[in-house]
């Protein structure tokens, strides 16, 4: 008999033994298989992550492409029509009239081209419009609206090398406004990184417009601004570099907004433009000379004609003793 209960107490503790083992294994399994899952998860998401932020940055290079080559587009199709001023220059007789058009410009440059002295004028309010990166297909169209105003601006302008840009850039200067520099290159990362690099660029672009226009520009509008925050360098190095070059930089104060990807309404572009002009004595208005700005042309009669109706105020081209608004100091 007690055989027996000793036979039936090694039964059971070996049954209690399993059991433990089974709830051992389930509790790691409960444990473990959780823990295994989340990894593998997380593996997963951060390699969609990759994937996803790869096909953005194909998705950014190819838009950049595709603006490109309209302009390029815009470009050939413009030195192929005949535009107010008559054929673009090609063949013997498109050279010859472009020779005679940049000694007309030369000889006027003194006067007409650069910026001079402001008129003597008595205002509260002094607007100046400000144009960055052309010249581009809208450019005569911007020109041809500032004359029906007889209004003169101001172009912060990049150094394209077309036959239709030089042609743009000889007009800029033989209807009265300012010409200015906004960089050759106009690639960030070119221009900013080094002193030497942005001086190259810089003369490159001065010595270019002087070939063009017979003018060389005092006035230079940085990419970004010189607020911007792509450069590396403190962005001062590259202000006192243009100061010994005798040269003055612009920010703005008024911003259209018509600087992103986004293509802004006629109705926002003026609001932009007009709603805070009374706030400051001197406003420099940003906006641009693109073919992707299809709208900033449309809303420039209107932004105009609103800013003329405002009491006090008068629209200028920036000049050599005009007040410059900076971001940096």
């Known amino acids: 008999m007690s055989d027996d209960n000793n036979q039936a107490s090694a039964a059971r503790r070996q049954r209690v033994q399993r059991l433990k083992k089974c709830i051992i294994l389930m509790f790691l399994l409960a444990v473990t298989v959780p823990f295994v899952l989340c990894i593998i998860l997380l593996v997963r998401v951060n390699g969609m992550n990759r ?7 194909q998705i950014e290079k190819l838009s950049d492409m595709v603006q490109k080559q309209q302009e390029q587009m815009d470009d050939l199709a413009a030195e192929t029509v ?10 013997e007789a498109g050279r010859e009239a472009e020779k005679q058009t940049a000694e007309t410009i030369s000889d006027k440059a003194g006067e007409q081209g650069k910026a001079e002295e402001e ?9 100046y419009l400000t144009f960055d990166d052309g010249p581009s297909a809208y450019t005569d169209d911007i020109l ?27 007009d800029i200067v033989a209807r009265g406004h300012t010409l200015g520099m906004h960089s050759y290159s106009h690639k960030y990362s070119e221009i900013y990184r080094s002193p030497e690099d942005f001086s190259e660029d810089f003369a490159k672009l001065q010595d270019y417009l002087y070939e063009v226009t017979g ?30 070059q005798g040269v003055r930089f612009f920010d703005w104060n008024i911003s259209s907004g018509d600087g992103g990807k986004e293509l802004l309404s006629v109705e926002t572009l003026v609001e932009n433009c007009t709603a805070d ?10 906006l641009h000379d693109s ?19 405002m009491e006090d105020t008068v629209i200028l081209p920036i000049a050599d003793d005009t007040e410059p608004v900076q971001h940096i100091h």
């Open 144 to 170: 041809d609206i500032l004359d029906s105003y007889n209004i003169k601006a101001t172009f912060f302008v990049v150094g394209k090398e077309t036959d239709s840009a030089k042609e743009a850039l000889q």
């Open 215 to 244: 003018v060389k520009s005092g006035i230079y509008r940085f990419p970004g601004g010189s607020s911007n925050t792509v450069s590396k360098l403190d962005m001062c190095v590259f202000a006192d570099y243009l100061e010994e």
């Open 51 to 57: 994937t996803l932020d790869s096909l953005t940055s």
């Open 119 to 127: 008129p003597e004028v008595i205002a509260g309010h002094k607007v």
């Open 277 to 286: 002009i009374e706030k400051y004595e001197t406003s420099v208005i940003l």
């Open 291 to 309: 073919t992707a700005k299809r709208t900033t042309v449309e809303a420039l009669p209107i932004i105009i004609e609103n800013i003329l109706a």
């Open 82 to 91: 005949v535009t107010g001023h008559g054929l673009s220059a090609s063949g």
